[in-house]
Nanobody
């Protein structure tokens, strides 16, 4: 059974940093592209960033330069370092198996975690 468990969310002020983690099990983590997606209240899911098996990264324009995705294959864990957080970054953040917009397809939802809440507010 594929398991993805996010942690590290919280409530912070604008300009602060957070580091999200996603512990995985049930599949060969090192062989899969991985992503972060988020969903703000009342909005549809939004792709945030992806990393492939070689460590190549891609990020949405809205977070580029502020968020950095990384992975530790030995620990089977995915990370998202979030700096200079803004109120518009407030959302439920999900770890997802796959690359880019493919992670937003309905069939891909089976490979999302349960999410961790990030709230940015003064």
């Amino acid at each position: 059974e594929v398991q993805l468990v996010e942690s590290g969310g919280g409530m912070v002020q604008p300009g602060a940093s957070l580091r999200l983690s996603c512990a995985t099990a049930g599949f060969s983590f090192e062989m899969f592209e991985m992503s972060w997606v988020r969903q703000a209240p009342g909005k549809g899911p939004e792709w945030v960033s992806s990393i492939n098996t070689f460590g190549d990264r891609s990020a949405a324009a809205s977070v580029k330069g502020r968020f950095t995705i990384s992975r530790d294959n030995a620990k089977k864990t995915l990370y998202l370092q979030m700096n200079s957080l803004k109120p518009e970054d407030t959302a439920l953040y999900y770890c997802a198996r796959g690359w880019g917009m493919e992670t937003l397809k309905p069939a891909s939802r089976d490979y999302w975690g349960q999410g961790t809440q990030v709230t940015v507010s003064s």
